[in-house]
Nanobody, 122 residues
Framework: QVHLVESGGGLVQAGGSLRLSCAAS????????MGWFRQGLGNQRDLVAT???????IYGDSVKGRFTIYRDNNKKTVDLQMNGLKPEDSDVYYC????????????????WGRGTQVTVSS
């Protein structure tokens, strides 16, 4: 099994900053794309940012220029630095990862963390 554990959520005033961290553990051979999503209003989670193991990052339109995603392949972690937070950024943030669990596997599985709450007050 693979576990993704998020930390760093909390309450912050508008304009402030938070840094979220996610650590992967378990049976892991290779982690491909890691990233952050937030719940949003519907059933589908919205992209915040993703990063490949080579370091290529993609950001959701609403966070471009304010959030930065970082990754440490050795530590199996992905962080999200959130600056210039707005009340509309309030949400549950989920860590996500594509993981090949064993070296001989020809496929990868997708995993989610349990989420961490971010609340931005106006």
């Amino acid at each position: 099994q693979v576990h993704l554990v998020e930390s760093g959520g909390g309450l912050v005033q508008a304009g402030g900053s938070l840094r979220l961290s996610c650590a992967a553990s378990g049976t892991i051979s290779t982690i491909y794309t890691m990233g952050w999503f937030r719940q949003g209003l519907g059933n589908q989670r919205d992209l915040v940012a993703t990063i490949t193991k080579e370091g290529a990052a993609i950001y959701g339109d609403s966070v471009k220029g304010r959030f930065t995603i970082y990754r440490d392949n050795n530590k199996k972690t992905v962080d999200l630095q959130m600056n210039g937070l707005k009340p509309e950024d309030s949400d549950v943030y989920y860590c996500n990862a594509d993981v090949r669990r064993r070296a001989g596997d020809t496929y990868y599985d997708n995993f989610w963390g349990r989420g961490t709450q971010v609340t931005v007050s106006s």
